[in-house]
Nanobody
Framework: QVQLVESGGGSVQAGGSLRLSCRYP???????MGWFRQAPGTEREVVAN??????RYADSVKGRFTISKDDAKNILYLQLNSLNPDDTGMYFC?????????????????WGQGTQVTVSS
């Protein structure tokens, strides 16, 4: 059973920063991993993903968010800078069974429980 465990969410004012962490098991270290978010009443959307070919970001977070991973510690990170109220939502860590990434949530098999990010104006 693959378990992904997120941490690091919280409440910040606009312009603030947070760093999300996701602990993953060693046997999926080489698979595509990503961060998604979902606001109430909206569909889950990709924020960023990472695989052996590099990193990719949603247009709405480019230049503000950074995805990275530390395979020595088995932790996936998402650094969130210059936050604004539109970034509010539940953030989920996810992993595929394959090394190549996708932006579709349906293509990810493993999910964490989510961590809430709330940005006030």
């Amino acid at each position: 059973q693959v378990q992904l465990v997120e941490s690091g969410g919280g409440s910040v004012q606009a312009g603030g920063s947070l760093r999300l962490s996701c602990r993953y098991p060693e046997d999926i270290a080489r698979k595509c991993m990503g961060w998604f978010r979902q606001a109430p009443g909206t569909e889950r959307e990709v924020v960023a993903n990472i695989d052996g070919a590099g990193t990719r970001y949603a247009d709405s977070v480019k230049g503000r968010f950074t995805i990275s991973k530390d395979d020595a510690k088995n932790i996936l990170y998402l650094q969130l800078n210059s936050l604004n109220p539109d970034d509010t939502g539940m953030y989920f860590c996810a992993a595929r069974e394959y090394w190549a990434c996708s932006v579709s949530p349906a293509m990810f098999k493993y999910w964490g429980q989510g961590t809430q990010v709330t940005v006030s104006s």
